[in-house]
């Protein structure tokens, strides 16, 4: 450690100032400004950090208040606004042609996101499998509350269908609509069930020309993923 002696007096008052927050605004502003360029003026302030800390070893931890703390975080670190577009882009784990899709669709967000102050949550999720080719990207847009749905690779058998399910925690698939041939659909969820979309898992099944005739899964699971908030 430094002796102190080596420090001239009106420097060392300042640093021990500084260190212990008695340094006025303005002297405190100037103070780190000369830290960051004279390392004898920051030898001061290190030399008044490591004498004082001693101090500080009889004190017992306390917890701040949960307001302040957060009140603190948000000023160390702003939250950033992140746009719709942003949160769809930057979605990871899905395929080029999923990012596109997304893209694209998160500018016809955008443009219905008529307040900008708003961040409405965005739910999307890639329905995969690990024995077939099937993969499709579901997007829930937030104030239509329709599904877009693209199918990014496979497609259905000879004279099936594909069926969309919507998987809730402890209760049986629920029929979404039978997907059309084309590579882009959507799908309205339907209202009683919107207030739980993020829970939900989507599937999609082989089904008979025109979809199940149970009003349940009767065919292989083709394909399924969570829903994931982006």
């Not at 746009?83 to 219905?112: D, H, K, M, N, P």
């Not at 847009?141 to 749905?149: D, G, K, R």
């Not at 000879?158 to 882009?184: C, H, M, Y």
């Amino acid at each position: 450690m430094t002796d102190q002696t080596e420090f001239p007096d009106n420097d060392d008052i300042h640093a021990a100032e500084l260190v212990l927050g008695l340094a006025s605004d303005d002297d405190r502003t100037a103070g780190r400004r000369r830290m960051a360029t004279d390392p004898t003026f920051a030898a001061h302030v290190v030399f008044w950090q490591e004498r004082l800390a001693a101090m500080a070893d009889s004190i017992d931890p306390v917890a701040p208040p949960a307001r302040l703390k957060q009140r603190m975080l948000a000023q160390v670190f702003p939250a950033k606004r992140v746009s719709i577009l942003e949160r769809v882009w930057l979605w990871q784990g899905i395929s080029v042609a999923a990012l596109l899709f997304a893209g694209y669709l998160g500018v016809q967000l955008l443009t219905i996101n008529t307040q900008p102050n708003q961040q409405p949550a965005v739910l999307a999720a890639q329905l995969v499998s690990d024995t077939g080719p099937l993969q499709v990207l579901a997007v829930i847009e937030p104030v239509s509350h329709e599904i877009a749905l693209r199918r990014i690779a496979g497609e259905a058998r000879a004279d099936r269908s594909l069926e969309l399910w919507a998987i809730l925690p402890g209760q049986a698939p629920i029929s979404l609509g039978v997907l059309p041939d084309s590579e882009t659909a959507r799908i309205l969820v339907p209202a009683a069930l919107r207030s739980q979309a993020a829970q939900f898992t989507l599937a999609i099944t082989d089904e008979p020309l025109g979809g199940s005739p149970t009003g349940g899964p009767t065919g292989d699971v083709l394909a399924a993923g969570p829903m994931t908030t982006l």
